[in-house]
């Protein structure tokens, strides 16, 4: 269950980085945040469906999730922000909100119509 553990999820789902073409970049050379991206996985079993995504942390707490290139869309993937078990929750259909504004301690996830 997604809300089991605290999480930041760009794409909760089986991505494998061992298929031979994919990198993962930290950096965290940039002032006031951290940043990962996710250049190129492949989905698991290395079936050709090629994902790129960023995370990026900022020092205020804000986050920002970015794509550029995501293939694998059938699988049952989530995107979200997770603080832990028995927080307050918040479905939002992001095909039509991109930016989130949420409380402190509040667990964002994809509403069921997404």
């Keep these: 269950e997604f809300q089991a553990i605290p999480r930041i999820s760009a794409f909760f789902d089986d991505l ?3 298929c031979g073409v994919s990198t993962v970049y930290h950096n965290t050379n940039l002032p ?3 940043v990962v991206t996710y250049d190129r996985v492949q989905h698991y079993s290395c079936n050709g469906q090629f994902n790129t995504m960023q995370i990026q942390l900022f020092q205020d707490g804000k986050i920002v999730i970015a794509y ?3 293939t694998t869309l059938n699988s ?3 995107t979200g922000i997770n603080p832990g078990p028995n ?5 939002v259909d992001f095909s039509t909100q991109v930016n989130i504004n949420a409380s402190p301690n509040t667990a964002i996830f ?3 119509d997404w």
């Design 16 to 18: 494998d980085t061992r």
């Design 32 to 34: 006031g945040r951290y």
């Design 68 to 70: 550029n290139g995501i």
């Design 76 to 78: 049952g993937s989530i």
């Design 87 to 91: 927080t307050p929750s918040l479905a």
């Design 110 to 112: 994809p509403s069921a």
